[in-house]
């Protein structure tokens, strides 16, 4: 069986002072180059995960390996393997978007040409080239998300996490975003993605999950999940495995 891009095995989860467990004996695994999609209701779950996915969180139970490695056993080099665009904006907003590229570059490991050449493939491909040179804080929502996304993948990364990279922005800045992940997937980047924009999330993900109550519910093929439960579409399926009660309490 070829290397999963991530491969997670009995995990459980707590934060301190909690008393049940947030996550509990999960299992899941990505194949290497799927668009995959983590969806939940609100309080399931998903945000823990991705962060525990991206190491921003540490588990003490189970085991979550990203391309075989194991998550907090490596050196720093490792970090390069992957890339998260969180949904809060993660730049510094009084730097013009090439000083936070040439920031995150450099924290990544990347040399000043690298940088450099890097910078000016985002821009042009990012639709940033004209406003490369002035503040972020000066930018509308969508070119902010376009800077978080620039941030993210600045050092080519194998696996790229996205926790609702659309948020907040108008439809072609969506159309945009979503066009330039699925080019990055043709060229070989796993994308691990999650969103409350289901229709969205139909157009990219070709394999999703369904996590609830820290569990993973459901997890195949969009198309297979549909045809197993009679439903057409994403949101179907959602209110299907998870219930129309609120969740947002």
Not at 155 to 161: A, C, V, W, Y
């Amino acid at each position: 069986m070829s290397t999963a891009a991530v491969q997670i095995e009995h995990l459980g989860f707590r934060y301190p002072g909690q008393q049940g467990m947030c996550i509990t004996d999960l299992n899941l695994r990505v194949e290497a180059g799927d668009r995959f999609g983590l969806f939940g209701p609100n309080g399931a779950g998903k945000t823990t995960l991705m962060n525990l996915m991206t190491g921003l969180l540490d588990y003490k139970q189970g085991s979550i390996r990203l391309l075989g490695q194991e998550l907090g056993r490596h050196d720093k080099s490792f970090t390069r393997l992957f890339g998260f665009v969180p949904q809060d904006f993660s730049f510094y907003q009084e730097l013009t978007p090439l000083e936070n590229l040439a920031f995150f570059g450099a924290w990544s490991g990347l040399g000043k040409k690298e940088i450099s050449a890097r910078s000016a493939q985002l821009m042009e491909v990012l639709g940033l080239s004209d406003v490369k040179n002035k503040p972020v804080l000066t930018f509308s929502g969508g070119m902010k998300r376009r800077v978080n996304l620039a941030i993210g993948v600045i050092h080519n990364p194998s696996i790229l996490f996205l926790d609702e990279p659309t948020v907040g922005v108008d439809i072609h800045t969506r159309l945009a975003i979503i066009d330039y992940l699925k080019q990055l997937n043709q060229a070989g980047t796993t994308l691990i993605y999650t969103s409350h924009q289901l229709s969205e999330a139909e157009d990219l993900c070709q394999t999703i999950a369904l996590i609830d109550q820290g569990k993973i519910i459901a997890s195949d093929s969009l198309q297979g999940l549909l045809a197993k439960h009679g439903e057409l579409g994403l949101e179907g399926l959602f209110l299907n495995l998870t219930g129309r009660a609120y969740r947002d309490g």
